[in-house]
């Protein structure tokens, strides 16, 4: 049996519900690795790459874009604004996020925050469709 359970959550619905091994997530200074028994923790998401271990030692690895990850008895519940699989990430797709992101308006300061994180999610894409 699994140790422990992986919950991701977006603002439509859950998108991942399983069990695992291990669970890695994207902190906005790092990354996490969380094992069975973790102490209980509340983190900041950053961009870049959720992975997730099974019993069978198969890894399954999402990109997600910011959010919050707690973990409390066993169970890891990451929140996050969007969850596609590493699968759909490539040079491509990550060359069109960052031309859209410098597309953005940056004349007020709430339009240079969302681009700065347009850009910022581009960069994270593009590092991870280079791996």
């Known amino acids: 049996m699994s140790d422990i359970k992986c919950v991701v959550v977006t603002p439509e ?3 991942i519900d399983v069990q695992a091994t291990s669970v890695t997530v994207p902190l906005f200074d790092g990354e996490l690795g969380i094992l069975k028994n973790h102490s209980p923790l509340v983190g900041r998401l950053g961009y870049g790459a959720l992975r997730i271990k099974d019993a069978a030692g ?13 973990v409390a008895a066993n169970v890891v519940s990451v929140l996050t604004d969007s969850v596609m699989a590493m699968s759909e ?3 491509q797709t990550a060359e069109a ?12 300061p709430e339009q240079a925050i969302a681009r700065q994180k347009a850009c910022d999610r581009a960069r994270a894409m593009k590092r991870l469709a280079g791996a």
């Open 13 to 15: 619905k859950t998108e």
């Open 58 to 70: 198969t890894a399954k690895s999402y990109f997600v874009e910011g959010g919050f990850v707690q």
């Open 89 to 91: 990430i490539n040079a």
């Open 97 to 108: 996020a960052m031309r859209a992101a410098l597309e953005m308006p940056k004349d007020a």
